[in-house]
């Protein structure tokens, strides 16, 4: 069994996330005492009751998902889970480069408390946007984009799965391309509700800005690998790690070669640790072979450790 650990990303967060975690487990709570002391404010309380807007807002969100899916983490490495690798989708590889002994946990909630902040004051409100396209082939969907971007700024923005690609973008030339998209037999194209197109070229100030605080922060070499959403590569070297964060926030996000990358690699385990299962639904449409768990509460946690032969 050769094990990976992947964390989600933005969109994953609820009210409640982790709260059976920071109730009864010290590692946990302690977790979330260094991320509220880096913030300045409650983020258990936030977690724990909201209210959902104001955890919905990027730069509180990040911070959350990240802290709440270390919340969850320290148990399981308690008990003697560990893995051979991880990979994260967008904010996630902020969480795996902490998992994996890259940043203090201080510094990774104060950073993504800062670059949800960049790319929400990157563009606009209103003037981009992302759209989910379905059953539609990726040259296809990059044509599709090509054509469309003769009204503005659009691309692939995430490689999910097969046949899941989203687009993002300024919102005419979007638009567009859904038009374009429908009309080239798309089975479904369905426009997101996010405040931020994330992973394309109107991110490009947001990376900048970034790449300054990146430039601040001590990265150590890490423990175990990364497969990195810029180029679907094994990372492991601190010097790595800051460009490959900073071309991360406007370039697509190749998480489907991720996976693949893992797979060929002989992971055939994955472990989806934080809020939600979005990324295992991902996995088992990617590598059909894999196992794969989650763990976002107590009883997945037991499942899991129960699967793995972990006590």
Not at 238 to 243: D, G, H, I, N
């Amino acid at each position: 069994m050769k094990i990976a650990f992947i964390f989600p990303g933005q969109g994953s967060q609820y009210i409640g996330m982790a709260k059976e975690f920071i109730e009864n487990f010290a590692e946990s709570k302690e977790v979330f005492d260094t991320a509220s002391a880096a913030l300045g404010y409650d983020l258990a309380q936030l977690c724990m009751q909201g209210p959902s807007e104001k955890l919905n807002l990027t730069e509180n969100t990040q911070p959350a998902i990240l802290a709440a899916s270390i919340a969850i983490l320290r148990p399981l490495e308690r008990r003697g889970l560990s893995a051979g690798a991880a990979a994260g989708h967008s904010l996630g590889e902020y969480t795996a480069i902490t998992a994996a002994g890259g940043f203090e946990l201080r510094d990774a909630v104060a950073l993504v408390q800062k670059r949800g902040r960049y790319m929400q004051e990157a563009v606009p409100e209103g003037a981009g946007l992302m759209a989910a396209v379905l059953g539609m082939e990726r040259q296809d969907v990059e044509k599709t984009c090509l054509e469309a971007a003769k009204n503005g700024i659009v691309g692939p923005a995430n490689y999910n799965s097969p046949g899941q690609i989203v687009i993002a973008g300024e919102k005419k030339a979007v638009e567009k391309a859904i038009e374009l998209a429908k009309a080239a037999g798309a089975k479904k194209v369905v426009p997101l509700a996010v405040s931020v197109p994330s992973h394309c070229g109107m991110m490009k100030q947001a990376g900048e800005r970034l790449a300054k605080e990146l430039e601040a922060v001590k990265i150590k070499d890490l423990r175990i690998p990364i497969v990195n959403n810029a180029d679907a590569k094994f990372l492991q070297a601190a010097s790595e790690l800051r460009p490959s964060l900073v071309r991360q926030i406007s370039s697509p996000l190749y998480w489907e070669d991720s996976i693949r990358n893992l797979a060929a690699d002989g992971y055939d385990t994955f472990i989806e640790i934080g809020p939600g299962k979005v990324l295992s639904g991902l996995v088992k449409r990617i590598a059909k072979d894999a196992k794969v768990l989650n763990v976002d509460d107590q009883k997945s946690m037991s499942d899991t450790l129960n699967a793995i032969g972990v006590s």
